[in-house]
C-alpha cells in the first residue's frame, strides 16, 4: 500500500511586470467617464501592472516559478511535474506550462495547464498537492499566471479598471511529516452561475450575430455587482469552515489570511460578518489589481518575503470567481 506523505511548501516565487498603471491612465489616456477617486474608494485599487510587448503569461509564469525553485534550494532538474493555472494561456494549445517547462529548462517532465479562473492556484494547488502526497512527484511547481490585461474592453469602465497581470508559484515536496504543510484544500463549483464573468472566444456555442472582426471576442464580460454579493457570501463560508476545519486538526488559530485580491469592499464585507481580525490579512490589491490565478500566490510570495509570515504560522488562502468558483486551503508554512 502507498504510504502516504505530507506536502510541504517549500519555496515561493513572483513576477510582475514592470509597467505601472496608475488610475489615471483611465480617465487621462483612455478617456473613460471614470476618476482615480471613484476606483480607489469603490475598490481600493491605486495601480495595476500591465504587461509590455513579448510578455505573457509564460514569460511571467517562467520567471515565477524559477524564484520558486531557487527559493526551494533546488534546480529546475529537480522538478517533477509543472501546473499552471491561467485563463490567458499564450496559445490555445499546446499549454503554457509546456512553455514553462521548457523556458526553465526542465526534464522531460508532465506538464498541463489548469483552469477554474480566480480559484484557479488553489484547484491547481490541490492537483499538484495529491501527486506529492501519494509519492508521484517528489517536486511539484505550482503556478498561476495572467495578462488579463489582453482580454479587458478598454471601452467597459465596469471591468476594465479592476485587473492586472503578473505571476506566482510555489514549489511542493514530499515530507514525512504528515501533519505539516497543505493540510486542507476545499474546491467548488456552481456552473448555474456561468454567465456572470466569462470571456468568449471563437469556439463558444452561439456567437453573436455579424461578422467575425466585428465581434468582441476574447474580451471579459462581467456582471460586477452580482460577483460582489457572490463573492462576500463565499468568503464568509470559507472563513467560517476553516474554523471549523482548524479545530478538527487541533490547531491554534489562522495567523494569516491571505484572500483572492480582488475588491478592498468584498474583503472588509466579510471580516466584518465573521469578526476575523483585520490586522492578520494580507492585501496588496492596491498595487496589482485583480490577477485572477495570480492573486493569491503574488501575495503569498510577498507576505513570506516581507516577514508578514513566518515559517510555521498556519495560513489561510481563500479565492472566488468565474466559473463560479470558490476555494479555499489551510497550509502550515
Ligand atoms: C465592479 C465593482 C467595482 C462595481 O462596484 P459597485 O459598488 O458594485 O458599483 P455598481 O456596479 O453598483 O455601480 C454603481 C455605479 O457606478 C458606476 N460605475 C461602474 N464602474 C465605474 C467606474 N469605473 N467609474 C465610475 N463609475 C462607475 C456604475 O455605472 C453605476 O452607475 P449607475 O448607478 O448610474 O448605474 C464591484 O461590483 C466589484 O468589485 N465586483 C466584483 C468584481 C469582479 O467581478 N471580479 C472578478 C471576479 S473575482
Redesign the pocket.
Known amino acids: 500500500m502507498t504510504q502516504l506523505l505530507g506536502v510541504a511548501l517549500r519555496g515561493t516565487g513572483s513576477s510582475l511586470p514592470a509597467r505601472i498603471v496608475p488610475n489615471e491612465e ?1 480617465t487621462d489616456v483612455l478617456n ?4 482615480d477617486e ?2 480607489r474608494s ?2 481600493g485599487i491605486r495601480e495595476r501592472r500591465f504587461a509590455g510587448l513579448g510578455e505573457t503569461s509564460a514569460t511571467l509564469g517562467t520567471a515565477a516559478a524559477r524564484l520558486a525553485v531557487e527559493s526551494a534550494g533546488l534546480t529546475p532538474e529537480d522538478i517533477d511535474l509543472i501546473i499552471c493555472a491561467t485563463v490567458t494561456p499564450d496559445l490555445m494549445s499546446p499549454s503554457t506550462a509546456t512553455l514553462i517547462q521548457a523556458g526553465l529548462g526542465c526534464r522531460h517532465i508532465p506538464a498541463f495547464d489548469l483552469s477554474a ?2 480559484s484557479g492556484f488553489l484547484y491547481a494547488l490541490s492537483v499538484g498537492a495529491q501527486f506529492i502526497r501519494t509519492g508521484a512527484a517528489k517536486h511539484a511547481l505550482v503556478i498561476g499566471a495572467e495578462v488579463l490585461s489582453r482580454i479587458l474592453d478598454f471601452t467597459d ?3 476594465c ?2 485587473f492586472g497581470d503578473g505571476a506566482g508559484a510555489v514549489v511542493l515536496s514530499g515530507t514525512p511529516v504528515l501533519n505539516a504543510g497543505v493540510r486542507t484544500i476545499r474546491l467548488y463549483s456552481d456552473g448555474s452561475r456561468q454567465e ?2 466569462q470571456v468568449p472566444s471563437r469556439v463558444t456555442p452561439n456567437p453573436p450575430p455579424g461578422p467575425p472582426q466585428l465581434q468582441r471576442l476574447d474580451h471579459m464580460r ?4 452580482e ?2 454579493r457572490f ?1 462576500v457570501t463565499r468568503m464568509v463560508e470559507l472563513i467560517e469552515q476553516a474554523e471549523t476545519d482548524l479545530r478538527e486538526l487541533g490547531l491554534n488559530g489562522i495567523d494569516a489570511l491571505i484572500p ?1 485580491q ?2 478592498q ?2 474583503i472588509d464585507s466579510a471580516l466584518e460578518t465573521t469578526g476575523f481580525p483585520r490586522h492578520k490579512v494580507m492585501v496588496n490589491l492596491d498595487k496589482y489589481g ?1 490577477t ?1 490565478a495570480a492573486s493569491v500566490p503574488i501575495a503569498l510570495d510577498e507576505a513570506l518575503r516581507t516577514g508578514r509570515c513566518k515559517p510555521g504560522d498556519t495560513v489561510l488562502l481563500v479565492a ?3 466559473g463560479l468558483t470558490w476555494s479555499s486551503a489551510i497550509i502550515t508554512l
Open positions: 483611465f473613460l467617464d471614470t476618476s471613484w476606483i469603490r475598490t479562473a480566480c469602465r465596469n471591468s479598471i479592476l456572470l464573468i462581467l456582471s460586477g455587482r460577483v460582489f463573492a483572492h480582488v475588491n469592499r468584498i485583480n485572477s472566488f470567481g468565474g
